[in-house]
């Protein structure tokens, strides 16, 4: 069963920077297009980043030039390092596969940025 884990979300000031990671275990994830989710308090989960397994990324445009997706495959781990960040990427971070089918979705990570 794979499972996700997300970590290093929390509070940081406008204009700020965090680096959050997602650890995936329990299959092969070198070959998985992954991408970063966020999900604000009423509102749907949205894909925010995307990185194919050989490193190519693309990004919706409300965090383009902002925030970097990358991946370690020899750790099994994703991140997005987070630039300039404003009150309205407060939010609940998850990793998952890019495309359907999506894993169980993990716990996600908690970032609130203040204003």
């Known amino acids: 069963q794979v499972q996700l884990v997300e970590s290093g979300g929390g509070l940081v000031q406008n204009g700020g920077s965090l680096r959050i990671s997602c650890v995936v275990s329990g299959t092969i994830f070198r070959i998985y297009a992954m991408g970063w989710y966020r999900q604000a308090p009423g509102k749907q989960r949205d894909l925010v980043a995307v990185?194919?397994?050989?490193?190519?990324?693309n990004y919706t445009d409300f965090v383009k030039g902002r925030f970097t997706i990358s991946r370690d495959n020899a750790k099994n781990t994703v991140y997005l390092q987070m630039n300039s960040l404003k009150p309205e990427d407060t939010a609940v971070y998850y990793c998952?596969?890019?495309?359907?089918?999506?894993?169980?979705w993990g716990q996600g990570t908690q970032v609130t940025v203040s204003s």
């Open positions: 990185i194919s397994g050989g490193g190519k990324t």
């Open positions: 998952n596969r890019q495309v359907p089918p999506y894993w169980n």
